[in-house]
């Protein structure tokens, strides 16, 4: 299983971004997807996660800005970030993990077995 990330940048405060993430290897069917960031100086923290029936769960601090969701067809992860702060620096990473119990923000890190290498977004204000 290999995770790909793509779509980080460099962007001012209010702008938007969307990463994607292709997972090789495993299909989104009975799967558990999931986006992390880790910043300056802090662990890598859960920001959204999607289950196979497109249960979604985020944290506070990104709800009604950034919005996960995963495309069948073409077997590709997404992450749309709007309204973008500096304090959403961080290194974005793409987490996948099988038949996952518990598919949700509050089951971090140690829930997701295959992680991709992450993709840096930077916002200036």
């Known amino acids: 299983v290999s995770l790909v990330e793509s779509g980080g940048g460099s962007v001012q405060s209010g702008g938007s971004l969307r990463l994607s993430c292709a997972p090789r290897?495993?299909?989104?069917?009975?799967?558990?997807m999931g986006w992390f960031r880790e910043g300056p100086k802090k662990g890598r923290v859960a920001v959204a996660t999607?289950?196979?029936?497109?249960?979604?769960t985020y944290i506070e601090a990104v709800k009604g800005r950034f919005t996960i969701s995963q495309d069948y067809s073409n077997n590709t992860l997404y992450l749309q970030m709007n309204s973008l702060k500096p304090e959403d620096t961080a290194r974005y990473y793409c987490?996948?993990?099988?038949?996952?119990?518990?598919?949700?923000?509050?089951?971090?890190?140690?829930?997701?077995?295959?992680w991709g290498q992450g993709t840096q977004v930077t916002v200036s204000s």
């Open positions: 987490a996948a993990e099988e038949l996952a119990p518990r598919c949700m923000v509050s089951a971090g890190t140690a829930a997701f077995g295959y």
């Open positions: 290897g495993l299909p989104f069917t009975g799967n558990c």
């Open positions: 999607i289950d196979s029936d497109g249960y979604t």
